[in-house]
C-alpha cells in the first residue's frame, strides 16, 4: 500500500468518525427543542413531537443521501435512527408521565448499546468496519427474543399494570442495567483493539493481554455486562417470561463461548493468563468451568512448551 492510498484511507476515517460524531450530537438540539416544546410552549402531545423528530429524520436522511457514497449511506441513516430514537424516548421519560416509560427507558438503553458497539469498531477496527457491526440484526435470535421482550412489556403494562409499578424491581433492574451497561462499553474502550466481536483463533501481533480496568474485575467483563444488562432490562420492565429465558440463554450462550475463549487464551499468552486466571473471577453466575477440562488444558499447554524446548535446546 502506497502513501497517497494510505492518506486517502486516513481522510476517508476521520471523515467518517466526524459524520459520526455529529450524528451522535444531533440528540442535544432535539433535546433542547423538547423541553421546549414542553416546558416552554407547554405542549404535552407525544404524537405530534414525533411528527417532529420524524420530519426531521427525513431531512437528515435526504441530506445523507445527495452528500454520502453508498457504502457509508447505511451506517449513516442507522446511526441518525439510533439518534432520533434516543431523543424521542430520551424527551418521553424526561417529561412526560406516559404509562409505557419502562419501555422508552428500553430504548434508550438499546440505542446506547448499539452505538457504542459500532463506535468501538469504527475506532479500533476501521480496516473491518460496516453496517452490520451496529449488531441490530446480527442473529434471528436475538431479534425473536427482543420483539418477545417488547411484546411482554406491552402486553403487561396493559393488562398487568400493577404488577408492572412495583418500584422494588424496577431499581434492582435499572441498577443491574446501568451497571452491565458500564461494564460493557468499558470492555469495548479498555480493550481497543485487542477485543473483536468474533472469536480470535489466531493471535495477532499486536494481541496483548488486558489485565486492567474492568478487566482487573471480571476476565470476560462485555459478557458479563451483556448479561447484567440484558436481564438487568427484563426485571426492570417486570417481565417474568423473559427473565427467566434471557437468564438461561445468555447462561449457556456464554458459558459455551468462554469455555472456546479460554482455551485459545492459554494458548496465547501461557502462564500469563493462567496467573491472571487464579486472580481474576468471570462473575456470571454459575460459571465454573470445568476442573479436569482446565487441568487437561494446562497439560495440552505444558506438553507444547516442553516441545519447543526439547526442539530448541
Request: glycine fraction near 4%.
Amino acid at each position: 500500500m502506497n502513501d497517497k492510498t494510505t492518506k486517502a484511507l486516513l481522510c476517508e476515517e476521520e471523515k467518517i468518525k466526524k459524520i459520526h460524531f455529529l450524528i451522535i450530537i444531533s440528540s442535544i438540539p432535539q433535546i433542547i427543542y423538547g423541553f421546549i416544546y414542553f416546558k416552554i410552549f407547554l405542549c404535552n402531545s407525544c404524537f405530534n413531537l414525533f411528527l417532529s423528530e420524524l420530519s426531521l429524520f427525513l431531512i437528515l436522511s435526504i441530506i445523507i443521501f445527495i452528500f454520502s457514497s453508498n457504502k457509508e449511506k447505511n451506517q449513516y441513516l442507522i446511526g441518525l435512527s439510533l439518534s432520533i430514537i434516543f431523543s424521542f424516548s430520551f424527551l418521553i421519560v424526561l417529561f412526560t408521565t406516559n404509562k409505557y416509560y419502562p419501555l422508552f427507558i428500553y430504548f434508550i438503553t438499546l440505542c446506547i448499546y448499539h452505538y457504542s458497539e459500532f463506535f468501538s469498531v469504527l475506532l479500533y477496527h476501521f480496516d473491518i468496519l460496516t453496517s452490520e457491526y451496529f449488531l441490530i440484526n446480527h442473529s434471528t435470535n436475538w431479534v425473536i427474543a427482543t420483539l418477545f421482550s417488547f411484546m411482554e412489556t406491552i402486553l403487561g403494562i396493559n393488562y398487568f399494570d400493577k404488577y408492572k409499578k412495583i418500584k422494588f424491581f424496577f431499581i434492582i433492574g435499572f441498577l443491574m442495567m446501568i451497571i452491565g451497561q458500564y461494564f460493557r462499553i468499558a470492555a469495548l474502550y479498555t480493550g481497543k483493539k485487542n477485543f473483536t466481536h468474533r472469536i480470535s483463533f489466531d493471535k495477532a501481533n499486536e494481541h496483548k493481554l488486558i489485565t486492567n480496568g474492568v478487566f482487573a474485575i471480571s476476565r470476560h467483563p462485555s459478557y458479563f455486562g451483556f448479561y447484567l444488562w440484558s436481564v438487568g432490562i427484563e426485571i426492570m420492565c417486570c417481565n417474568p417470561i423473559c427473565i427467566i429465558a434471557f437468564a438461561v440463554i445468555l447462561f449457556k450462550f456464554f458459558k459455551n463461548r468462554i469455555i472456546i475463549e479460554e482455551q485459545l487464551l492459554i494458548q496465547f499468552f501461557g502462564e500469563e493468563y493462567l496467573e491472571y486466571k487464579k486472580r481474576v473471577g468471570i462473575l456470571i453466575p454459575f460459571i465454573h468451568l470445568d476442573k479436569e477440562k482446565e487441568e487437561k488444558n494446562l497439560k495440552i499447554y505444558q506438553n507444547k512448551k516442553n516441545l519447543k524446548k526439547n526442539i530448541f535446546s
